[in-house]
């Protein structure tokens, strides 16, 4: 039979920490944005609350550094919101169960955040929490016992909250000091437990997001691009200190891989295309792994008035700190055009001119598995480095049926199709090195904070109320890719 992927080929899962953990308020874990954040659907939003200078409570729509809090308010947790992140799946508790799940399906790679929070409760304390690096050094080992690689994201969306309430986040560059000095701490405390490590979860969201859905005022351009000129700095100054602590250390950057199409055939929809590709993917891959602004950064930042502060000794920063591995998420590809069109793709986080040709998942993403091959090959192509796909996956509802199996045969054809789309690219020349299922276990959802969005290949009792056993259960999605892992062959992903 014939191999479909190359031997020492990474399979694994993935979740991150303020999505999983839960356990928000233990051992000295400071606050971070989703903890301040509510639940939302589809069509409703997820709301940031905090109290007003009077002491009134109060909440905004959205999440993140965009939810703008009044003058003077600060951020707080109120009694009559329920907030998803605070238990999420206890992972935080039940991470030998968890583990031991992901060994028995085969894993050889398992990607998971650490809570800088956990490590510095408030971004610039003094000391880090000893509590906090004991419990992912529990973590690591209880990985290393099955032979499963660590993959870590350091920073996935949860920069600690008082750096944002005090400092006003990323747009203060005092934080990219703050981020060193805490990589600098986790690479020496786990330097022979942890070789692979992301500096930054889909940084390109900043500016992917600011106005996909709608016209912004130009200081959030300011602050975007800011933003990203600290993080660029923050990613290569901490990967230029790992390799000083271990030479073997491997670095990825993390780029949400949105895989953008032309509209029409329309000459300017090409255009279009092409600048959207700059915008929302090139722009932040370029610095990651060219170690330099592109060409076309000028005509961004002029196009919105973006005047970059960028000091002495920056670029050259940014040339000494390039990555070695690039990573993504893929879920969607999206159209866009220069016409007027009244068919529209309305989701959540996904926007743009409906394609003909696809279908669509119940959130709104255009499931596409064509478009994770044409990513991998139009970035290999690019830049020439080898490739993970460190997130992928059908966020769905499942049903559990009376004897308690999920039978998730829509989520098995959703991975069958793009692990085939893999192993096109792979033929076709891509140095792709891992791939990680998204939300392996379900977890709590990033953009609507609902439960029932569930990814997992594993089942979690758990619903959007917070009711729940949190037991764990097998979908008939985990038996499948157990078989793909353990013969790596054509015919496991055929039938
Ligand atoms: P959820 C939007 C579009 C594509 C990927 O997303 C995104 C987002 C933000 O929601 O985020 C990544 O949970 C992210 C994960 C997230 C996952 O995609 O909204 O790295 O934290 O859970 C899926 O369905």
Redesign the pocket.
């Known amino acids: 039979m014939t191999k479909v992927f190359p031997d020492g080929f990474l399979w694994g899962g993935a979740i991150?920490a303020n999505?999983a953990e839960g356990a928000y308020n233990e051992d000295g874990r400071g606050l971070v944005q989703t903890d301040v954040t509510t639940g939302g659907t589809v069509d409703s939003p997820r709301y940031t609350t905090f109290i007003d200078k009077d002491g009134k409570p109060g909440k905004v729509g959205g999440m993140g550094h965009t939810a703008k809090i009044p003058e003077g308010a600060k951020f707080a947790v109120l009694d009559d919101y329920y907030y998803p992140n605070h238990k999420a799946v206890d992972f935080y508790h039940r991470y030998k169960e968890d583990i031991k799940l992901f060994a028995e399906m085969g894993y050889s790679v398992f990607r998971l955040s650490i809570s800088w929070a956990r490590i510095f409760p408030n971004g610039y304390d003094e000391k880090p929490n000893q509590a906090g690096l004991d419990f992912y050094r529990s973590v690591f080992e209880e990985c290393r016992k099955y032979n499963i690689e660590p993959l870590v994201s350091i920073w996935?969306f949860d920069t600690p909250l008082t750096l944002e309430q005090e400092l006003g986040c990323w747009a203060n560059r005092k934080l990219v000091d703050y981020y060193v000095r805490y990589c600098q701490v986790i690479f020496e405390e786990y330097k022979d437990l942890v070789k692979y490590w992301l500096t930054f979860?889909?940084i390109n969201n900043t500016i992917m997001f600011l106005d996909m859905f709608g016209e912004v005022p130009q200081e959030a351009y300011q602050e975007a691009y800011q933003t990203l000129h600290h993080q660029f700095l923050a990613s290569a100054k901490a990967i230029k200190i790992g390799r000083q602590i271990n030479p073997n250390f491997q670095f990825g950057n993390m780029i949400?891989g949105?895989t953008f199409y032309p509209g029409t055939c329309d000459p300017a929809d090409v255009l279009l295309n092409e600048h959207k590709w700059q915008q929302n993917i090139f722009y932040c891959s370029d610095v990651q792994a060219k170690g330099r602004y592109g060409s076309y950064a000028k005509r961004l930042w002029d196009e919105h008035g973006v005047v970059l502060d960028i000091e002495d000794g920056d670029l050259e920063a940014l040339r000494e700190g390039t990555i070695d591995i690039y990573t993504f998420?893929y879920?969607m590809t999206n159209n866009v055009t220069t016409h007027d069109s009244d068919d529209l793709v309305a989701g959540?986080?996904s926007a743009g001119v409906r394609n003909p040709y696809l279908t669509y998942s119940d959130?709104g993403w255009a499931l596409d598995p064509t478009g994770l091959q044409y990513f991998l090959e139009k970035i290999y192509d690019r830049y020439e480095l080898p490739m993970m796909v460190v997130?992928n996956g059908l966020?769905a509802f499942d049903t559990v049926e009376e004897d308690g199996s999920i039978h998730d045969d829509y989520r098995i054809d959703y991975h069958r199709q793009h692990i085939k789309a893999m192993a096109q690219a792979i033929a076709n020349g891509v140095d792709l090195i891992a791939y990680t299922t998204?939300?392996c276990i379900d977890i709590v959802?990033?953009?609507?904070g609902e439960m029932r969005?569930r990814y997992g290949f594993i089942y979690v009792d758990m619903d959007d109320q917070g009711q729940g056993t949190l037991e764990r259960r097998p979908k008939d999605s985990f038996y499948w890719y157990q078989k793909v892992l353990a013969s790596n062959e054509q015919s496991a992903l055929e039938e």
């Open positions: 991150a999505q996935h979860n889909e949400c949105i998420s879920y959540n986080f959130w997130e966020g998204w939300g959802s990033a953009g609507t969005k």
